[in-house]
């Protein structure tokens, strides 16, 4: 039996338990992926019989084994979302906004979206360059090989604009704003997803500043699109647009 979280909601009408509980969820579904990700391809590869010396090394640097890993962590990560949402007894389609279908109309709308959301990060980053001490010139590291073959330049496109929009929307938008919008409300939904898309982008190991602030101010644009279209199709068309164009 499913516990109902949200039951025994404070007058302030935000529920705790519930923005707790999706946070922790969003939290695990996105960290965990990534370590039992590697970690799966690691123990196959050791099983094989494979140095640890070269699997790090064909981690690191063959797109194939980099898409694997991308595919396998999108996975568990959509995986976990939906038996979530099941053990709640919660409908995932409905939940993530998966029933409308994208139409022309839509896809149009998306692309002016984009335009804005541009001259937006435009502006800012000229705010952020005059007057802060961010790096605007720092470039993200995406963790992938640079491509040098037609197939590799394939592959790592659907490591960056088929993949990453799809699972990425699914957790951010679909899971983490709708949930946390039922129990805390729109304006804390808005705030804690976009400070935690953009903490997922921030590259701890180099504080990259500039892609953190870029990436939670798209997330802005992409929840705006998501719920005026009452469709994830829409943020993931928007997420796949900005990735293809950086690709």
């Not at 180099?206 to 943020?235: M, P, R, V």
Request: net charge positive; proline share 3%.
């Amino acid at each position: 039996m499913s516990k109902d979280l949200s039951s025994n909601k404070p007058l302030n009408g935000v529920n705790t338990l519930g923005v707790l509980a999706t946070l922790f969820v969003g939290a695990f579904a996105f960290f965990s992926s990534q370590y039992l990700g590697v970690l799966l391809i690691l123990i196959v590869l050791l099983v094989a019989g494979k140095e640890q010396d070269y699997v790090i090394n064909l981690l690191s640097n063959n797109s194939f084994a980099q898409l694997i890993t991308v595919a396998i962590v999108a996975t568990i990560t959509v995986f976990t979302i939906y038996k979530f949402l099941k053990w709640r007894k919660q409908n995932p389609k409905e939940v993530l906004l998966l029933n409308k279908k994208p139409t022309p109309g839509m896809l149009l709308d998306v692309v002016i979206t984009y335009g804005q959301y541009f001259l937006v990060l435009y502006v800012v980053t000229i705010f952020l360059g005059l007057f802060t001490g961010v790096n605007i010139e720092q470039s993200q590291d995406l963790g992938i090989t640079t491509p040098e073959s037609l197939g590799s330049k394939l592959i790592i496109f659907a490591m960056l604009v088929i993949i990453p929009p799809i699972y990425e929307e699914l957790l951010f938008r679909g899971f983490l704003f709708n949930m946390l919008k039922k129990h805390g409300g729109q304006i804390l939904s808005i705030i804690l997803t976009s400070l935690l898309f953009g903490a997922a982008h921030l590259e701890y190991d180099n504080l990259n500043w500039i892609a953190a602030i870029d990436t939670l101010i798209f997330s802005g644009f992409l929840i705006y699109i998501s719920q005026k279209h009452q469709s994830l199709y829409s943020a993931m068309m928007l997420h796949a647009i900005k990735n293809a164009v950086a690709f």
